[in-house]
T-cell receptor
Framework: QKEVEQNSGPLSVPEGAIASLNCTYSDRVSQSFFWYRQYSGKSPELIMSIYSNGDKEDGRFTAQLNKASQYVSLLIRDSQPSDSATYLCAVIRNTGTASKLTFGTGTRLQVTL | DADVTQTPRNRITKTGKRIMLECSQTKGHDRMYWYRQDPGLGLRLIYYSFDVKDINKGEISDGYSVSRQAQAKFSLSLESAIPNQTALYFC?????????????????FGSGTRLTVV
């Protein structure tokens, strides 16, 4: 079982719709969760972080965390063509000073006109 | 100037050659990382360093070595390049900090080096 699992997609949504991206993780002691956006050939860019159960909103983005189900999601409202990218879920196990990120393989999102 | 700079941006090299990828940062972060990215495999950690005197292997360190010359510089070497090392390589830095009960580690990535081994 992979530590961080994502559906590779592509996930295709029409412009203006809500895109829902999902991620599951295997390590129950994971404490911090991140969503990165990566355009083709470019470096990952951090768009959201969350560490408490529930929802966290930032503009058109909402991250949702359910630690009991070991599940984290990213909702993108009013999807725009510029949102078309690969979205990477990343998890950190808080082992103090030894903590480092583990990435999923990413979900490719296509926003169609 | 970028916070994390990688050189070169693109490189084509021949099998068996030694090649060095360089990374420098102006963020003042102690922690630095080297990842490679392959289609369908995501980002995989090669080596990481939590300070100048600390070097650790990641999940795919075979065939690679690193040098942490200073807090700001972390180089990745391929001693004898082979075609399956063709990939997109990223350097990243981070700064460990705590907020409430959680430890957060925000990463900043360089622009990447596209390496092709022929």
């Amino acid at each position: 079982q992979k530590e961080v699992e994502q559906n590779s997609g592509p996930l295709s949504v029409p412009e203006g719709a809500i895109a829902s991206l999902n991620c599951t993780y295997s390590d129950r002691v994971s404490q911090s969760f991140f969503w990165y956006r990566q355009y083709s050939g470019k470096s990952p860019e951090l768009i959201m972080s969350i560490y408490s159960n529930g929802d966290k909103e930032d503009g058109r983005f909402t991250a949702q965390l359910n630690k009991a189900s070991q599940y984290v999601s990213l909702l993108i409202r009013d999807s725009q063509p510029s949102d078309s990218a690969t979205y990477l879920c990343a998890v950190i196990r808080n082992t103090g000073t030894a903590s480092k990120l583990t990435f999923g393989t990413g979900t490719r999102l296509q926003v169609t006109l | 100037d970028a916070d994390v700079t990688q050189t070169p941006r693109n490189r084509i090299t021949k099998t068996g050659k030694r090649i060095m990828l360089e990374c420098s940062q102006t963020k003042g972060h102690d922690r630095m990382y080297w990842y490679r990215q392959d289609p369908g495999l995501g980002l995989r950690l090669i080596y990481y360093s939590f300070d100048v005197k600390d070097i650790n292997k990641g999940e795919i360190s075979d065939g690679y070595s690193v040098s942490r010359q200073a807090q700001a510089k972390f180089s990745l070497s391929l001693e004898s390049a082979i075609p399956n090392q063709t990939a997109l390589y990223f350097c990243a830095t981070s700064d460990l900090y705590t907020t409430g009960q959680a430890v957060l580690d925000g990463y900043t990535f360089g622009s990447g080096t596209r390496l092709t081994v022929v």
